[in-house]
């Protein structure tokens, strides 16, 4: 019989880290061994974005969707779905309604996403050009090389309003006609795939799900704007990406959409994979340039800017993974197409990580001018265990959070730097209210500190001191005085770093210090932390009257510190206490309590 | 692989595109959804499933979803197919061998015309239950 289905299997990295491969090698054995794999298509693609429900295979046309599958359930799904056409209910998507959803577009964690990024990612074997090429692939291309002049592809893109995704919203147009004006023999295009905020993986996915649409954007940039060689600098932690990428470039070269003539109009091409060692601050534009010329990553100050004077002094087109898989589009369909997208000065669509404490965590591409309401509450499914939302960190150790109160605020560049933080790259955490904001803040700060390069001495001093600041406050020894400092270290940071790592580094203090200052005093004042998060000012006891002295608590204590009669109320030495909350999580009548 | 030239890849994409379409759910409006119960498959099922491809390919549709579904109920008038059309009632064929898998494609989905003959109605709702 011939092919009438397709078993899509998530082969992004957080699937394939839940044994995605083994479902997929196990489909293609069920697929044999029950004689029908003839009738059905097993693929390996990109990330689907869910990755709550990973690993995830959907079958389609008949659009289903099944969840956390393991390489067992192949049988089954070959044997019902594909051999009987009954699809799998104890697989597929549930809400917590248990509501069974038997179609993908019912999902509402896709529902409001609008995928012009992620167009392929997730429907495609990013292993195949072919398949790539199907989906309108290197068309963008062929219409930048032989139907436009450069002028008009960069004239598209400045009517696509386009700004840069890693974070700054430049607009990637007035990129490009820079580094068009510069008069020179020799220019290059850059991608940046460095990519490093802690929770992000947007790009990641980008690359692994669909390597071509990046790969294809260089080469029209490079038409564009007169240069021949382009860089990948991508970090080392993304083998599966890497590896992909590899491939992609293998096979845009031997089908000559790489390297020289392309397509037969002259114009050469190549581009080169360059690793990064995983320093952060090398996702910083100068410092990637550094890196990839082989000296130690170090920003210097701009101007000049690398669209004149980067790589190896020549003019420097370089752009962030995301906004590159933006560009075949636009040139494909227009910029008027994609202006439609988003908000008045922030066009188009946002790729966000959605992580922390959030039901559904996932890759996400919504419209510019979307809510965090509707990102957290609808695609997001809202806060699990029935807590209570806090606040939502953006922009990564660059950015700042945003609370309750400002749920409702369009998302776009400009709104959100607004609020004192920033788009960044796209890392969306979500907190609740076991997380303390000092705490929290601390984190991003020790971060930084570690990845300052030194060279400039706001940076690397003034990290330190804020962090410092910070563990005393953690610490139960904080004092009114250290928030002024706080402040003032802050202003000096942002004013006289020398690259975005250090102007951005004390943001997280800023913004929560603005938002969540009577958190600070509590730690200060109180010499208590409202979360319960930091150790050192923890205090276990035990209500008496709520105590009946079963002893459980004693039994768990590992320090031995809970002393008592039978019968009677128990006791915590709080001086001998480790705080590891065995004896809360022991205790049947709630009798133990934090502060 | 050689090098491409424009027409190659503008033929390449068109070849790939036929096929990739056949994956795609988006933007297809009409719905052909056959029976694959074992009472369906053992009545020539898969044999209308193929026929039913090839027409459409034939005819380069690309609106037209071929999808499955178990046993509709009607397993006396094997092998069936529900054919859902945008501004047509939704109709269940029996008897859906090879030819009339044909026939729906020519004249349901391209003339709008049903096939008479060959049309059974849905089972009571309390079966489908």
Redesign the interface.
């Known amino acids: 019989?011939?092919?009438?289905?397709?078993i899509l299997v998530c082969g992004g990295t957080g699937c394939e880290s839940s044994k995605a491969d083994d479902i997929y090698r196990s489909f293609m054995k069920e697929l044999k061994d029950q004689k029908v794999d003839g009738e059905a298509q097993v693929i390996k693609t990109g990330c689907f974005g869910f990755c709550e429900k990973g690993p995830i295979v959907k079958v389609?046309?008949?659009?289903s969707f099944y969840v956390h599958v393991k390489a067992e359930d192949a049988k089954e799904i070959v044997a019902e779905h594909i051999?009987?056409?009954?699809q799998v209910s104890r697989l597929l998507y549930k809400k917590s309604d248990e509501k069974i959803h038997t179609k993908?577009?019912d999902i509402d964690f896709y529902q409001k996403q609008v995928r012009v990024v992620l167009r392929n990612c997730g429907?495609?074997d990013p292993e195949n050009i072919?398949?790539y090429?199907?989906?309108?692939?290197?068309?963008a291309l062929?219409k930048a090389l032989?139907e436009m002049k450069p002028d008009d592809v960069i004239k598209e893109l400045e009517i696509s309003g386009l700004r840069g995704r890693g974070g700054a919203g430049f607009p990637t147009w007035r990129k490009w006609s820079f580094s068009k004006g510069v008069p020179g023999d020799q220019k290059f295009i850059v991608c940046n795939a460095d990519e490093g905020d802690p929770g992000a993986y947007m790009d990641r996915s980008t690359l692994e799900g669909d390597p071509h649409s990046v790969l294809e954007a260089m080469t029209i940039a490079g038409h564009t704007v007169g240069a021949n060689r382009g860089f990948i600098y991508i970090r080392a932690e993304y083998p599966l990406a890497i590896h992909r990428l590899e491939i992609a470039i293998g096979q845009a070269k031997?089908?000559?959409?790489l390297?020289d003539?392309i397509?037969?109009?002259g114009f050469n091409f190549d581009i080169e994979i360059r690793l990064g060692a995983g320093a952060f601050v090398c996702g910083e534009e100068t410092a990637l340039l550094a890196s990839i010329e082989g000296k130690r990553g170090m920003p210097v100050p701009r101007p000049p800017f690398p669209a004149v004077k980067g790589l190896w002094g020549k003019p420097t087109v370089i752009n962030n993974v995301e906004t590159w898989a933006n560009i075949p589009v636009i040139i494909m369909k227009g910029g008027a197409w994609f202006a439609k997208i988003g908000t008045e000065k922030s066009k188009g669509t946002k790729v966000f990580a959605l992580t922390g404490k959030i039901k559904n965590s996932g890759l996400i591409e919504v419209p510019m001018g979307i809510t965090l309401r509707e990102i957290i509450y609808e695609i997001g499914g809202g806060v699990p265990n029935g807590k209570k939302f806090k606040a939502v960190q953006t922009g990564g150790p660059s950015g700042g959070v945003i609370t309750a109160d400002y749920l409702d605020t369009p998302i776009d560049f400009d709104n959100l730097a607004k609020l004192g933080s920033i788009m960044g790259s796209g890392g969306m955490i979500v907190m609740d209210e076991d997380d303390c904001m000092v705490d929290v803040t601390k984190f991003y700060l020790e971060f930084t500190v570690d990845e300052s390069c030194g060279k400039c001495s706001p940076c690397r001093v003034g990290g330190r001191q804020l962090y410092n600041h910070l563990e005393k406050i953690t610490n139960g020894e904080g004092t009114e005085e250290d928030i002024r400092k706080m402040r003032l270290i802050g202003k000096a940071m942002q004013k006289a770093s020398l690259c975005a790592l250090g102007q951005t580094a004390p943001n997280p203090v800023i913004s929560t210090l603005q938002y969540f200052e009577s958190e600070y005093m509590a730690h200060i004042k109180e010499r208590r932390c409202p979360a319960g998060k930091c150790k050192k000012m923890l205090r276990y006891s035990i209500v008496p009257e709520k105590c009946k002295g079963c002893g459980l608590c004693a039994k768990k204590c590992p320090a031995g510190c809970i002393k008592g009669e039978i019968k009677k109320p128990y006791v915590i030495d709080s001086v001998a206490c480790v705080k590891c909350g065995a004896c809360e999580e022991a205790c049947k009548f709630k009798a133990v309590v934090k502060n | 692989m050689a090098k491409l030239t424009l027409a190659d890849l503008k033929k390449l994409r068109d070849d790939k595109k036929r096929e990739i379409e056949k994956r795609d759910v988006e933007g297809k409006t009409t719905r052909i959804i056959i029976g694959m119960g074992t009472c369906g498959i053992a009545a020539g099922a898969k044999e209308a499933f193929d026929a039913f491809l090839d027409e459409i390919d034939a005819l380069k549709l690309s609106d037209v979803a071929v999808t499955q579904t178990g046993c509709m109920g009607l397993c006396h008038v094997e092998p069936t197919a529900e054919v859902i059309v945008p501004g047509m009632p939704e109709i269940i064929y029996g008897h859906v061998k090879a030819d009339i898998a044909k026939r729906i494609v020519n004249e349901h989905i391209v003339k709008r015309e049903l096939v008479s003959g060959y049309v059974f109605d849905k089972p009571a709702a309390d079966i489908l239950k």
């Open positions: 019989m011939k092919l009438k289905n397709y389609l046309p008949d659009d051999i009987k056409g009954r993908i577009e429907f495609i072919n398949e090429i199907a989906r309108d692939g290197y068309l062929e032989f031997e089908n000559g959409l390297g003539d397509l037969g109009s």
